[in-house]
C-alpha cells in the first residue's frame, strides 16, 4: 500500500507565492517520475510539471519560470514552488508518482487526493 499526502494548497492573492508539498509513504522499493497536475474548473486536468528519478524536468509552457518543481528522494518527497502566481492558475492539483512497492515488479501509478490552489485578489 502506498500513501501520498499532499499539503501547501490554499488561498493566495495574485503575483503571490505557494509551495506544494507530497510525500509518499508505504511498502515503496523505488520511486520513478513524481509529477504534478491540475485540473481548473470547467477543464480537463492537464501536466503541470514532471521530474524523473534522474532530475530531469518537464513544464507545462505556461508555468516555465514562474513554477519549479523539485524531489527530495531521502524524504520521499516532490514539491511544487509556485511563484507569480494568476487567476489562471486557481485549480485542484493532484500529486502523480510512480512506485515500485515491494514485492511488485511493475511500475504503478499513484494519485493524491488532490489540494485546492485558489488565486484571487
Known amino acids: 500500500q502506498v500513501q501520498l499526502v499532499e499539503s501547501g494548497g490554499g488561498l493566495v492573492q495574485p503575483g503571490g507565492s505557494l509551495r506544494l508539498s507530497c510525500a509518499a509513504s508505504?511498502?515503496?522499493?523505488?520511486?520513478?517520475?513524481m509529477a504534478w497536475y491540475r485540473r481548473a474548473p470547467g477543464k480537463q486536468r492537464e501536466l503541470v510539471a514532471a521530474i524523473t528519478s534522474g532530475g530531469s524536468i518537464n513544464y507545462e509552457d505556461s508555468v516555465k519560470g514562474r513554477f519549479t518543481i523539485s524531489r527530495d528522494n531521502a524524504k520521499n518527497t516532490v514539491y511544487l514552488q509556485m511563484n507569480s502566481l494568476k487567476p489562471e492558475d486557481t485549480a485542484v492539483y493532484y500529486c502523480?508518482?510512480?512506485?515500485?512497492?515491494?514485492?511488485?515488479?511493475?511500475?504503478?501509478?499513484?494519485w493524491g487526493k488532490g489540494t485546492l490552489v485558489t488565486v484571487s485578489s
Open positions: 502523480n508518482v510512480n512506485i515500485i512497492t515491494t514485492g511488485s515488479r511493475v511500475v504503478n501509478t499513484y
Open positions: 508505504g511498502s515503496i522499493v523505488s520511486i520513478y517520475e
